[in-house]
T-cell receptor, first 115, second 109 residues
Framework: EAEVAQSPRYKITEKSQAVAFWCDPI?????LYWYRQILGQGPELLVQ????????DSQLPKDRFSAERLKGVDSTLKIQPAELGDSAMYLC?????????????FGPGTRLTVL | EDQVTQSPEALRLQEGESSSLNCSYT??????LFWYRQDPGKGPEFLFT???AGEEKEKERLKATLTKKESFLHITAPKPEDSATYLC??????????FGAGTQVVVTP
């Protein structure tokens, strides 16, 4: 069964360092999402891609976060510099359809701890 | 303002003790309501999509129902392996998936 892949699964870093997360969506899925989930809360959307284009990055803290999906397949989310408040689970999801958020399939996530 | 509220926050059940989780929402023109299951340290796993009031979906011991203001996830005769956090989400006015905080379910033998 096809799955969304993410790496690394865990990342510990010190504040002010740079970190990067990678996501490979299910093959053929046009739409890719990055979410942040703080412990005890539901996921919150950071950025949405349709193919290689950003559709929505209104909740992405652009002074320190960046995301790209250069060839419309896999994607990278970067934080530079990391802050203590960035400690969270970063989830990637993909959807086979374009447009509105439909059924999304999530990867296992990257647990980030900023010291 | 679009909102998704789940209750209770936590639920402890004995094996075989059926119960229901609630998801209430305020969104203009519902375009879809989703239920996910999330195990500790893992990503959410898709369970159901509901689109219109009166719709029902079933999967093993889980049954999801939808009204105009809320959705219920019924767990019938739960087993310990049903222990997880159950997340509800709706497509909001901006076309984005907005999640509730989840209900943490623990089923004891």
């Amino acid at each position: 069964e096809a799955e969304v892949a993410q790496s690394p699964r865990y990342k510990i870093t010190e504040k002010s360092q740079a970190v990067a997360f990678w996501c490979d969506p299910i093959s053929g899925h046009a739409t890719l999402y990055w979410y942040r989930q703080i412990l005890g809360q539901g996921p919150e959307l950071l950025v949405q891609f349709q193919d290689e284009s950003v559709v929505d990055d209104s909740q992405l803290p652009k002074d320190r976060f960046s995301a790209e999906r250069l060839k419309g397949v896999d994607s990278t989310l970067k934080i530079q510099p990391a802050e203590l408040g960035d400690s969270a689970m970063y989830l990637c999801a993909s959807s086979p359809r374009r447009g509105d958020s439909n059924e999304q399939f999530f990867g296992p996530g990257t647990r980030l701890t900023v010291l | 303002e679009d909102q998704v509220t789940q209750s209770p926050e936590a639920l402890r059940l004995q094996e075989g003790e059926s119960s229901s989780l609630n998801c209430s929402y305020t969104v203009s023109g519902l375009r879809g309501l989703f239920w996910y299951r999330q195990d500790p340290g893992k990503g959410p796993e898709f369970l159901f999509t509901l689109y219109s009031a009166g719709e029902e979906k079933e999967k093993e011991r889980l049954k999801a129902t939808l009204t105009k203001k809320e959705s219920f996830l019924h767990i019938t005769a739960p087993k310990p392996e049903d222990s997880a956090t159950y997340l509800c989400a709706v497509i909001d006015s901006w076309g984005k998936l907005q999640f509730g905080a989840g209900t943490q379910v623990v089923v004891t033998p």
